[in-house]
């Protein structure tokens, strides 16, 4: 079966360093997505894995381990406008979509 | 960049009604464009897969004859919710795959059915 996961809500402190993790088993693998959403909108794209590795893109960065079926999103310098919820999708369905996480609601505090 | 446009935003119906939701790629051809439900605090789901000029391939558990699809052109995807209730009532999103297989979502529609 398809399962992805990742935790449900995490908080930090604006300025402060947070990792989200997501792990998952899925029948296809063709790269992992991180999507950042805010209430009532549409998911944003942030980064996409395919490879093994870490990929930096400014504050944000995003890990993959395929042979472990792990990857996480790395929120540096968090500033209240990164409070969403960060969703992890593979694209590993038959079609070619994306299969989502239910999300991490992240709350930046001050 | 590539944009998706998804029509209406916000959508208030009565029960019986049905809503037509469109999605549009504004700049790129979309060969495939994929529909998702989103229940308040879930994740998204994906509904069904819409083909240019094919059927759509619905999700186990999603009815076809209620959620009724048509991707007619290269550009166009319409999702129609017909006799839409109250559990109908999501946030619905579009995604179009692009030729070099980009995905791109549309801004969402959010149906509330009275």
């Known amino acids: 079966g398809q399962n992805i996961d990742q935790p449900t809500e995490m908080t930090a402190t604006e300025g402060a360093i947070v990792q989200i993790n997501c792990t998952y088993q899925?029948?296809?693998?063709?790269?992992l997505f991180w999507y950042q959403q805010h209430a009532g909108e549409a998911p944003t794209f942030l980064s996409y894995?395919?490879?093994?590795g870490l990929e930096e893109k400014g504050r944000f960065s995003s890990f993959l381990s395929r042979s472990k079926g792990y990857s996480y999103l790395l929120l540096k310098e968090l500033q209240m406008k990164d409070s969403a919820s960060y969703l992890c999708a593979v694209a590993g369905g038959s079609q070619g979509n994306l299969i989502f996480g239910k999300g991490t609601k992240l709350s930046v505090k001050p | 960049g590539a944009v998706v446009s998804q029509h209406p935003s916000r959508v208030i119906c009565k029960s019986g009604t049905s809503v037509k939701i469109e999605c549009r790629s504004l700049d790129f051809q979309a060969t495939t464009m994929f529909w998702y439900r989103q229940f308040p605090k879930q994740s998204l789901m994906l509904m069904a897969t819409?083909?240019?000029?094919?059927?759509?391939?619905?999700e186990q558990g999603v009815e076809k004859d209620k959620f009724l699809i048509n991707h007619a052109s290269l550009t166009l995807s319409t999702l129609t919710v017909t006799s839409a209730h109250p559990e109908d009532s999501s946030f619905y999103i579009c995604s179009a795959r692009s030729l070099n297989e980009k995905l791109f979502f549309g801004s969402g529609t959010q149906l509330s059915v009275l």
């Open positions: 819409s083909n240019e000029g094919s059927k759509a391939t619905y």
């Open positions: 899925t029948s296809g693998f063709n790269g």
């Open positions: 894995n395919v490879l093994d």
